[in-house]
C-alpha cells in the first residue's frame, strides 16, 4: 500500500469515526453514567473508551458499538478496583417517604433505586445496566461483557437477589397506578 493509499484510509476511517462518535455519543455517556455514578467519572471512561476503539478502528467489525460498549464496563471495573469501594458512608435514618400523591415523590424512589445499584459489586451493577437500562438481550449482554449467558443470568439472578433484601426499599411505598 503506497502511503496515499493510507493517507486515504486514514481520512476514510476518521470520517466514519468521527460519524459513530455522533451517534452513539449519548448512549455510551448514558451507559457509562450508570456504571460510575458520576458524571465526570462517566465522560472519562468514553473518551478513553472512545480512544482504545480508535487505536482499533481498522481492526473492528459491524459490532463497533458493542466493542465500545464493552471496553467502556471493562474500564470500569478496572477503574473501581483500583479505587477501591469507594467513598459512600452511610448516614443517619432517612427522612420519611413521601406522600404516593406528591409528585415529586417519584424522585426518592429514583434515589433509592439509585443508590440500591451503588451497592452492587460491578460486574452485577454492569449487567443489570445493560439488560434493564439498555434493554440489551441476555446474548447481547454476554457477549458484551465477554462471558456466557449463563454467567449473565446468574449475576443478574444475583443483583435482583440483592435489590429485593436491600433494606432501603422497605421504606419506599409501592405505588399501585
Same mark, same amino acid.
Given at each position: ?40 467519572? /462517566? *465522560?472519562?471512561?468514553?473518551? $478513553?473508551?472512545?480512544?482504545? %476503539?480508535?487505536?482499533?478502528? &481498522?481492526?473492528? +467489525? @459491524? ?23 469507594? /467513598? *459512600?458512608?452511610?448516614?443517619? $435514618?432517612?427522612?420519611?417517604? %413521601?406522600?404516593?400523591?406528591? &409528585?415529586?415523590? +417519584? @424522585? ?70
Amino acid at each position: 500500500m503506497t502511503s496515499a493509499d493510507e493517507e486515504g484510509n486514514r481520512v476514510t476511517d476518521r470520517e466514519e469515526f468521527d460519524e459513530f462518535v455522533a451517534r452513539t455519543w449519548h448512549r455510551l455517556l448514558r451507559t457509562a453514567y450508570l456504571l460510575a455514578r458520576d458524571w465526570a467519572a /462517566a *465522560e472519562d471512561l468514553v473518551q $478513553t473508551a472512545l480512544i482504545r %476503539a480508535w487505536l482499533a478502528w &481498522p481492526r473492528l +467489525g @459491524a459490532e463497533r458499538e458493542a466493542y465500545v460498549r464493552r471496553i467502556l464496563v471493562n474500564l470500569h471495573v478496572s477503574w473501581w478496583r483500583r479505587r477501591g469501594r469507594g /467513598a *459512600e458512608v452511610p448516614t443517619g $435514618t432517612p427522612p420519611e417517604p %413521601a406522600d404516593p400523591r406528591d &409528585p415529586i415523590g +417519584g @424522585a426518592d424512589e429514583r434515589d433509592t433505586l439509585w443508590r440500591a445499584l451503588g451497592r452492587l459489586p460491578p460486574r452485577q451493577r454492569a449487567v443489570v445496566v445493560l439488560r434493564y437500562f439498555e434493554d440489551l438481550t441476555e446474548a447481547q449482554t454476554a457477549q458484551t461483557l465477554g462471558c456466557s449467558v449463563g454467567t449473565v443470568k446468574s449475576q443478574t439472578s444475583k443483583a435482583l437477589a440483592r435489590l429485593r433484601v436491600d433494606d432501603s426499599f422497605a421504606a419506599v411505598p409501592e405505588t399501585r397506578g
